[in-house]
């Protein structure tokens, strides 16, 4: 397809695991974005990369948090020991550029901790 | 703090009715602004934008919004609702300070009674 695409779209996990959100961001967009949408609330950004490299991380909550873009385009989040208080919707979007906040999401992946 | 504003959590109007959902933001300088809605199951999509000029600016829809650098908004309208513009609807603000990140409000939930 021609939009975002992240996987899993659920995913239910136990407190103190790792998971991995994927992303695939539309072709040619150099800018990638990740958010994380609780119940109620807009949309709060993480992470920012402007091709390869995060030129934006000051939204990760702590170091539990990683993201890594290796070659451009797909994108993996990273969530290590997880608690019940990262459950949200993981948003990822991406842009043609990178000066305009015009962005393009996927559907999100849900992510719940037991 | 910098913000987004949303004031109105949850509005309810009846078919033809007319709309006026605010926000307000607290970010200095030249931003750029957006109104994106989600339509119940799907992603988040742009409504329509202003990066500068008119400061009435067109979307997709019949919406519309109205940019008041005085009164630091940009208050979505629409002249007679529908059903199918039951959605929550997000505004969000590019601060235009280097890092590209978008910041949103908390949303606006509309519901549309036929």
């Known amino acids: 397809g021609a939009g975002v695409s992240q996987t899993p779209s659920n995913k239910v996990t136990e407190k103190g695991k790792y998971v991995e959100l994927r992303c695939d961001p539309i072709s040619g967009h150099t800018a990638l974005y990740w958010y994380r949408q609780s119940l109620g609330q807009g949309p709060e950004f993480l992470i920012y990369?402007?091709?390869?490299?995060?030129?934006?991380d000051s939204g990760l909550p702590n170091d539990r948090f990683f993201a890594v873009r290796p070659e451009g385009s797909v994108s993996t989040l990273k969530i290590q020991r997880t608690e019940r208080g990262d459950s949200a919707v993981y948003l990822c979007a991406s842009s043609p550029t990178s000066n305009t906040g015009e962005l393009f999401f996927g559907e999100g992946s849900r992510l719940t901790v037991l | 703090a910098q913000s987004v504003s949303q004031h109105n959590h949850h509005v309810i109007l009846s078919e033809a009715a007319s709309l006026e959902l605010g926000c307000n933001y607290s970010y200095g300088g030249t931003v750029n602004l957006f109104w994106y809605v989600q339509y119940p199951g799907q992603h988040l999509q742009l409504l329509l934008k202003?990066?500068?000029?008119?400061?009435l600016v067109k979307g997709i829809k019949g919406f519309e919004a109205e940019f008041i650098k005085s009164k630091f908004s940009f208050n979505l309208r629409k002249p007679s609702v529908q059903w199918s513009d039951t959605a929550e609807y997000f505004c969000a603000v590019n601060p235009q300070t280097g890092a590209n990140n978008l910041f949103f409000g908390t949303g606006t939930r509309l519901t549309v009674i036929p």
């Open positions: 990369f402007q091709g390869t490299g995060a030129a934006d």
């Open positions: 202003y990066f500068s000029g008119d400061p």
